[in-house]
């Protein structure tokens, strides 16, 4: 679907986690022997997707899951953080402040009556989605350590 190898990051949450063929049997509702076929075929079909990320409840990999599905940039935080839910969220934390020295420049630029700089612009604009991502990670993993879907946390906890 996109630049999102789901297989691979399917992979890092299975060695993070210590998933075992039964497991992913057990959560994609399917016999042992596909998830051995899966592994040898290094693919997981998309229609079992949804019920891994619902078993084993991973923030990164509920993201990568999103980014695959709907064609959304995938930004690799693992390679940045660590999935502990301290470090991530002094991880949200480092990203809204670089997202906030991006608003401040875009606010400069687009105040601008000759908008050329790209190069800026560009830049901050990626600053600011990779902070929207890593605040998005954050909520669903805290959501999941206490037994929330992520519809409960992005839909429902607004009321």
Request: hydrophobic share 35%; with cysteine; charged share 30%.
């Amino acid at each position: 679907m996109n630049d999102v190898d789901i297989f691979a990051e399917f992979l890092t949450m299975k060695y993070e986690k210590n998933i075992s063929p039964g497991q992913l049997a057990n959560a994609a509702g399917v016999s042992e022997r596909s998830t051995y076929d899966w592994m040898y075929n290094k693919h997981i079909p998309d229609k079992y997707l949804d019920s891994i990320t619902s078993y084993f409840k991973d923030g990164f990999f509920t993201y990568a899951v999103i980014c695959y599905k709907y064609n959304y940039p995938f930004i690799d935080f693992r390679k940045r953080y660590r999935s502990d839910s301290l470090s991530m969220i002094l991880a949200c934390v480092k990203e809204a402040h670089e997202s906030d020295l991006a608003f401040n420049d875009l606010e400069e630029i687009l105040s601008q009556v000759e908008d050329d700089d790209t190069v800026r612009y560009s830049r901050d604009v990626k600053e600011v989605t990779e902070s929207a991502a890593i605040s998005f990670i954050i909520s669903i993993q805290l959501g999941y350590e206490r037994h929330m879907t992520p519809k409960l946390v992005m839909i429902e906890g607004r009321k």
